[in-house]
Nanobody, 127 residues
Framework: VQLVESGGGLVQAGASLRLSCEIS????????MGWFRQAPGKSREFVAA????????YYRDSTRGRFTISREKSKNTVYLQMNSLKPEDTAVYYC?????????????????????WGRGTQVTVPS
């Protein structure tokens, strides 16, 4: 599948943003969708994931309660609603697709579990 992220930008601390990830090429093979982020000079890290069919969600501890992942099947789109943004949320945000079943919940959190990646969208929260 092909993934295209949008919705990034520069916002002040405490503001909100909603990122979108449009999936093309069909979602029949998609098992789960994830959001990851990479800050300058740091490795890419897990943010949130959702199982495409059932909708169960998984979050990084530092974003749980502030970020919400959701999917809209009719639009083949995954969203990441980000509230109460902090300077440490500054990063390039990537969405990713997993095409095969995940048997262990820990695998939702692992970058290597995902098969297809978007090119990312920049989120900047100045300090």
């Amino acid at each position: 599948v092909q993934l295209v992220e949008s919705g990034g930008g520069l916002v002040q601390a405490g503001a909100s943003l909603r990122l979108s990830c449009e999936i093309s090429g069909g979602t029949f093979s998609v098992y789960a969708m994830g959001w990851f982020r990479q800050a300058p000079g740091k490795s890419r890290e897990f943010v949130a994931a959702v199982r495409w069919s059932a909708g169960d969600t998984y979050y990084r501890d530092s974003t749980r309660g502030r970020f919400t992942i959701s999917r809209e099947k009719s639009k083949n789109t995954v969203y990441l609603q980000m509230n109460s943004l902090k300077p440490e949320d500054t990063a390039v945000y990537y969405c990713a697709a997993r095409n095969n079943m995940i048997y262990y919940s820990s695998h939702y959190y692992q970058e290597g579990s995902y098969d297809d990646w978007g090119r990312g969208t920049q989120v900047t929260v100045p300090s």
